[in-house]
Each structure stands twice: as C-alpha cells, then as structure tokens.
C-alpha cells in the first residue's frame, strides 16, 4: 500500500519561503508520479505541481505556481519536495501529496491521484 506523509507546513511571511516534503512509500515501480495539490478555506482542491520519478520531462506546474515553486526528488530517497518562493497569502492552504496508482503524463486533476497525505498547513501571512 502506498503511504505518502506530508511535513514542513508553518506560518511565512508574504515574499518569503518554504520548503514541503513528501515522504513516500510502498510504490512497487520505481516509476511513478508525485503531485502537490493545496486547498484554501472554502475552495475546492487545486493541483500545484507533479513529476514523475524517472521522466524529468514528465512535469507540471499549475499556472499560479509557474516560476515560484519547484518540484523535486531526492535522488537516493522516495521523498518529493516542493520549494515555494516569492510566498503570498493566496499561497495559504493546506498542501497534500498524492499519487496515482499508475505512471501517466502528469496533470492537476484530482481524479488522476488515488494515495493521498494528510496534508500540512502553510499559512502565508505577516
């Protein structure tokens, strides 16, 4: 069974940065995607980035995200990371880590992902 385990959730200044990890485990193939997806109070869950483990073109970022957070993955561990700089409070919400159950062309949709965390709060506020 695949298990995904958010951390690194905290409270940053607007402009700041910060840094999410994602340790996953259980995956049979050492092919597979990781995706962050993030929900705000009130609005539905929204994809933000997601690589695949072996393809370093096979990699998505939201278009809100797109030359703020990177995504990546400790190349001796199956933990992802997401890097996000120039932080604003839109960014605030809780982050979740999912993966598919198999190895596609990686996309934002929800319904893509069947593993998920339980996710951890960043909170972008001064």
């Known amino acids: 069974q695949v298990q995904l385990v958010e951390s690194g959730g905290g409270l940053v200044q607007p402009g700041g940065s910060w840094r999410l990890s994602c340790a996953a485990s259980?995956?049979?193939?050492?092919?597979?995607?990781i995706g962050w997806f993030r929900q705000a109070p009130g609005s539905e869950r929204e994809g933000v980035a997601c690589?695949?483990?072996?393809?370093?073109?096979?990699?998505w970022y939201a278009t809100s995200v797109k030359g703020r957070f990177t995504i990546s993955k400790d190349k001796d561990k199956d933990t992802v990371y997401l890097q996000m700089n120039n932080l604003g409070p839109e960014d605030t919400g809780v982050y979740y880590c999912?993966?598919?159950?198999?190895?596609?062309?990686?996309?934002?949709?929800?319904?893509?992902?069947?593993?998920w965390g339980q996710g951890t709060q960043v909170t972008v506020s001064s």
């Open positions: 999912a993966a598919p159950a198999g190895h596609y062309r990686c996309d934002g949709y929800r319904s893509t992902y069947d593993y």
């Open positions: 259980g995956f049979t193939s050492p092919y597979y995607n």
């Open positions: 690589m695949s483990s072996r393809d370093a073109k096979n990699i």
